[in-house]
């Protein structure tokens, strides 16, 4: 089975000390990136933000309604 999440890449510095928001998908412990700016069809958002701008998901944002 294969999970989603959307993190800040912060391997990857952009301009003014901004990092990009991105896709990740794992699957059988192999991760996979994929920048939201590449995958958006309308280019006016930014898809990147500072660290102390980025708020990590909680427990509770995270727990599925199965």
């Known amino acids: 089975m294969a999970t989603i999440a959307i993190v800040l890449k912060t ?3 952009l301009t003014n000390d901004e990092f990009p928001i ?7 412990r192999k ?10 069809t309308n280019q006016s958002y930014r898809f990147r933000c500072k660290v102390n701008e980025w708020k990590p998901a909680n427990a509770e944002d995270c727990t599925s309604s199965n």
Not at 22 to 28: D, G, I, M, P, Q
Not at 31 to 40: E, G, I, P, T, V
């Open 11 to 13: 391997t990857q510095k």
């Open 22 to 28: 991105a896709l990740r998908v794992t699957h059988e």
């Open 31 to 40: 991760s996979k990136y994929f920048a939201l700016s590449q995958l958006a």
